[in-house]
């Protein structure tokens, strides 16, 4: 299987979707602002749009970008929590919050774990053009 280019259509997809709710959310007449959480998860996918074409060309560094990004990401979102509790004094607006938080944290580290998995790994790792045996020198035996 094709990791990378697995990967690197997921991240181009979600990206442009986070993106546009972005938008949409900015562009509201309503409300007319992005919040923390917005302006995360669209930095994470700004990041992850700018990743998409070296995923699908394989690089590692990108992965592993990829990886510290959804880091970042998971743990502005565990930062997001109690900062919700303390705008919402409704225990049931809690209770949502926090298994909002904790679903959305355990997704983002079930991708980070999928990105570390040794088959995406190897998917991620060039091998050389080139074979490892050595070339054969000058010789003058025919002379």
């Known amino acids: 299987m094709r990791w990378n280019i697995l990967v ?8 442009l979707l986070q993106l546009g709710i972005n938008a949409v959310t900015y562009l509201d007449p309503d409300r007319g602002t992005l919040g923390y959480g ?18 699908l060309r394989g690089h590692n560094w990108a992965r592993i970008v990829l990886v510290f990004a959804l880091g970042c990401c998971a743990i502005g979102v ?10 919402n004094h409704w225990i049931f607006t809690r209770l949502v919050i926090s298994f909002d938080g904790a679903s959305t944290v355990c997704v983002i580290v079930f991708f980070i ?23 054969a020198g000058r010789r003058d035996d025919h002379i």
């Open 113 to 135: 774990i999928l990105l570390l998995h040794a088959d995406v790994r190897h998917a991620f790792t060039k091998p050389s053009n080139q074979s490892l045996e050595p070339t």
């Open 38 to 55: 917005d302006m995360l998860f669209g930095a994470t996918a700004a990041v992850a749009l700018l990743l998409s074409y070296p995923l």
């Open 78 to 87: 565990v930062l997001l929590i109690p900062y919700s509790f303390i705008a």
């Open 8 to 15: 690197a259509l997921f991240a181009f997809v979600l990206s």
